[in-house]
Protein backbone atom coordinates (compact mmCIF):
# COMPACT_ATOMS: atom_id res chain seq x y z
CA UNK A 1 0.00 0.00 0.00
CA UNK A 2 1.20 3.48 -1.10
CA UNK A 3 0.63 5.93 1.17
CA UNK A 4 1.71 10.04 0.62
CA UNK A 5 3.30 12.15 3.85
CA UNK A 6 1.10 14.84 5.05
CA UNK A 7 2.77 17.62 6.61
CA UNK A 8 1.11 19.66 9.28
CA UNK A 9 2.37 22.70 10.57
CA UNK A 10 1.41 25.61 13.49
CA UNK A 11 3.05 28.74 13.97
CA UNK A 12 3.87 29.52 17.77
CA UNK A 13 5.87 33.01 18.80
CA UNK A 14 6.36 35.09 21.54
CA UNK A 15 4.39 37.86 22.75
CA UNK A 16 4.94 41.03 24.72
CA UNK A 17 4.16 39.17 27.67
CA UNK A 18 7.35 37.23 29.12
CA UNK A 19 5.87 33.31 29.00
CA UNK A 20 2.86 34.59 26.79
CA UNK A 21 2.74 32.63 23.05
CA UNK A 22 0.80 33.32 20.23
CA UNK A 23 0.17 29.59 18.47
CA UNK A 24 -1.48 29.74 14.83
CA UNK A 25 -3.12 26.54 13.36
CA UNK A 26 -4.92 26.64 10.52
CA UNK A 27 -6.12 30.30 10.96
CA UNK A 28 -7.21 29.64 14.35
CA UNK A 29 -5.24 31.39 17.06
CA UNK A 30 -4.95 30.62 20.65
CA UNK A 31 -2.85 31.93 23.22
CA UNK A 32 -0.39 29.65 25.80
CA UNK A 33 1.44 30.17 28.41
CA UNK A 34 5.14 28.75 29.39
CA UNK A 35 5.12 27.08 33.19
CA UNK A 36 6.88 30.33 34.23
CA UNK A 37 4.73 32.61 32.36
CA UNK A 38 1.40 34.39 33.48
CA UNK A 39 -0.25 30.92 34.17
CA UNK A 40 -3.34 32.11 32.36
CA UNK A 41 -3.66 30.08 29.73
CA UNK A 42 -2.90 26.47 28.74
CA UNK A 43 -0.13 25.23 28.82
CA UNK A 44 2.30 22.85 26.58
CA UNK A 45 1.91 19.69 28.86
CA UNK A 46 -1.52 20.30 28.41
CA UNK A 47 -1.98 20.81 25.24
CA UNK A 48 0.31 17.88 24.85
CA UNK A 49 -2.90 16.07 27.00
CA UNK A 50 -5.44 17.61 24.81
CA UNK A 51 -3.96 16.63 21.72
CA UNK A 52 -4.05 12.82 23.49
CA UNK A 53 -7.81 13.13 24.47
CA UNK A 54 -9.13 14.55 21.04
CA UNK A 55 -7.63 12.09 19.02
CA UNK A 56 -8.52 9.30 21.24
CA UNK A 57 -12.31 10.33 22.13
CA UNK A 58 -12.72 11.69 18.22
CA UNK A 59 -11.61 7.86 17.37
CA UNK A 60 -13.37 6.03 19.08
CA UNK A 61 -16.61 8.35 18.33
CA UNK A 62 -16.37 7.68 14.98
CA UNK A 63 -15.32 4.08 14.93
CA UNK A 64 -18.46 3.69 16.87
CA UNK A 65 -20.37 4.77 14.49
CA UNK A 66 -19.19 3.07 11.70
CA UNK A 67 -19.87 -0.44 13.79
CA UNK A 68 -23.35 1.14 14.91
CA UNK A 69 -22.20 0.57 18.63
CA UNK A 70 -24.57 2.44 21.00
CA UNK A 71 -21.99 4.83 22.19
CA UNK A 72 -23.85 7.72 23.67
CA UNK A 73 -21.28 9.73 25.91
CA UNK A 74 -17.66 9.10 26.02
CA UNK A 75 -15.16 10.76 28.41
CA UNK A 76 -11.58 10.85 28.79
CA UNK A 77 -9.38 12.08 31.24
CA UNK A 78 -5.81 12.58 31.11
CA UNK A 79 -2.71 13.30 33.13
CA UNK A 80 0.76 12.87 33.13
CA UNK A 81 3.45 13.35 36.15
CA UNK A 82 7.07 14.79 35.86
CA UNK A 83 9.94 12.29 36.21
CA UNK A 84 11.19 13.51 39.60
CA UNK A 85 14.92 12.42 38.73
CA UNK A 86 14.40 13.79 34.73
CA UNK A 87 12.36 17.01 34.58
CA UNK A 88 13.18 17.22 31.07
CA UNK A 89 10.70 14.29 30.72
CA UNK A 90 7.16 13.07 32.03
CA UNK A 91 7.32 9.73 33.79
CA UNK A 92 3.95 8.68 33.29
CA UNK A 93 1.07 9.36 30.86
CA UNK A 94 -2.15 8.12 31.81
CA UNK A 95 -5.20 7.84 29.82
CA UNK A 96 -8.67 6.84 31.53
CA UNK A 97 -11.24 6.57 29.01
CA UNK A 98 -15.28 6.13 30.19
CA UNK A 99 -17.28 4.73 27.27
CA UNK A 100 -21.33 5.12 28.09
CA UNK A 101 -23.77 3.01 26.23
CA UNK A 102 -21.53 0.19 24.91
CA UNK A 103 -20.77 -3.35 26.16
CA UNK A 104 -17.19 -4.13 27.61
CA UNK A 105 -16.20 -5.89 24.64
CA UNK A 106 -17.26 -3.60 22.58
CA UNK A 107 -15.32 -0.51 24.55
CA UNK A 108 -11.95 -2.79 24.32
CA UNK A 109 -12.89 -2.80 20.58
CA UNK A 110 -13.08 0.64 20.23
CA UNK A 111 -9.86 1.55 22.63
CA UNK A 112 -7.86 -1.09 20.27
CA UNK A 113 -8.72 0.34 17.16
CA UNK A 114 -8.02 3.82 18.95
CA UNK A 115 -4.55 2.73 19.43
CA UNK A 116 -3.81 1.00 16.43
CA UNK A 117 -4.78 3.95 14.06
CA UNK A 118 -4.20 7.65 16.42
CA UNK A 119 -0.44 8.74 15.65
CA UNK A 120 -0.34 11.12 18.71
CA UNK A 121 -1.17 7.86 20.95
CA UNK A 122 1.52 5.78 19.44
CA UNK A 123 4.25 8.65 18.47
CA UNK A 124 3.84 9.02 22.49
CA UNK A 125 3.55 5.09 23.67
CA UNK A 126 6.57 4.14 20.70
CA UNK A 127 8.72 7.59 21.01
CA UNK A 128 9.96 9.49 18.20
CA UNK A 129 12.18 11.11 16.08
CA UNK A 130 12.39 14.70 16.65
CA UNK A 131 14.72 17.26 13.80
CA UNK A 132 15.41 20.72 14.85
CA UNK A 133 16.82 23.61 12.76
CA UNK A 134 17.87 26.78 13.97
CA UNK A 135 17.95 30.19 11.81
CA UNK A 136 19.44 33.24 13.92
CA UNK A 137 18.53 36.66 12.20
CA UNK A 138 21.22 38.80 13.63
CA UNK A 139 21.12 41.92 15.23
CA UNK A 140 21.77 44.66 12.58
CA UNK A 141 24.69 46.32 13.12
CA UNK A 142 24.53 49.96 14.03
CA UNK A 143 25.09 52.51 12.09
Known amino acids: MTTTAQTTTIT ?12 TARG ?3 VSDARTGPAEAVQAGELLLA ?4 CSLSNIQLRARE ?5 THSQ ?6 RDPDDPTRYAWIRLE ?17 FT ?22 SPA ?3
Not at 51 to 54: G, I, M, T
Request: hydrophobic share 35%; with cysteine.
Open 51 to 54: ALAS
Open 67 to 71: EAFGL
Open 116 to 137: GSCPIYNTLHRGSHVVISVHAD
Open 12 to 23: GRTTDTPGRLLV
Open 28 to 30: NHF
Open 76 to 81: ADVSYE
Open 141 to 143: APH
Open 97 to 113: LRLTGVREEEAEELVRH
